[in-house]
Structures are given as C-alpha cells and as structure tokens.
C-alpha cells in the first residue's frame, strides 16, 4: 500500500506544480484538466484547471488539483490536504475506506470513476482527510 500526500489549491496548481517540479526534478505522470470531465457542466473558465496531476518524487507521488470555489470548494490552509492512500485491491480499498469513514463523514462515496479507478474520500471521526484510490495499473 503507498500513502502519498494529495494538495489542492484555488486555482494555482498548475503554477505550483510546476514550482514543485523546479524543486525536485522529474516530469509529471499526467496532468488531466476538468475540460476533459464528461461532464458537461463545467465552466468554461474552469475546465483548464487542473483535475489532477502526478509528480513522482523517488518512490513516491506528490499530488494535486484545484479545487475551486465556482465548483463549491472553500480553500484555506489546513483543509487543502488529503492522505492518499493507493491500496494493491479493491477489496483492501473498501475495507481501509470503511474503517477510515466510521464515525467520519464521506465526502464521495467509494465507486467505479469515469478515469477507471475505483476511488472514494473522507474526514475522518479526528478530522485527518483521506482519498483511496484502486487502479488496476498502479504506477
């Protein structure tokens, strides 16, 4: 299982990213924008701003989107940072995401994502927020 910390920012990602990557060095794994969401109600504006973006850094990810208020995002520092936690099943993501949400609250629901993984988030019953996210073709 890799545990790997998840940032988001209020529309400066990509400038971020960017920055980390002057820093560390590496190119990023993928940079997917909300244009590229099926979702047809996204707005204009936003939709080169960034879904997610991968920037490896040894043996493990840095990690980021923004996360907009148009979209219904308060961004502030204490509440832009997940622990993401990538578990080697579907079955161990489900388990550790229901453990995790027990006395918490579920932000979105452990489900099938239209990029194919099987992703879900919470805060937990302490107030520490997590993403679990399966891919069948981990990095």
Known sequence: ??????????????????FYR??????????????ENPDSTIPDPLKDKIMHITLPIDNSYLMGSDAPE???FTVQMGNNTYIMISPDSREETKRVFE???AGGTVETDLQDMFWGDYYGSLTDKYGV???LNYSKTQH
């Open 1 to 18: 299982m890799k545990i790997n910390p998840y940032l988001n920012f209020g529309g400066h990602t990509e400038a971020a990213f960017n």
């Open 22 to 35: 002057s820093v560390f060095g590496g190119e990023f794994l993928n940079v997917n924008r909300f244009g």
């Open 70 to 72: 148009e979209m219904g």
């Open 99 to 101: 453990a995790l949400a």
């Open 129 to 131: 927020q997590w993403m």
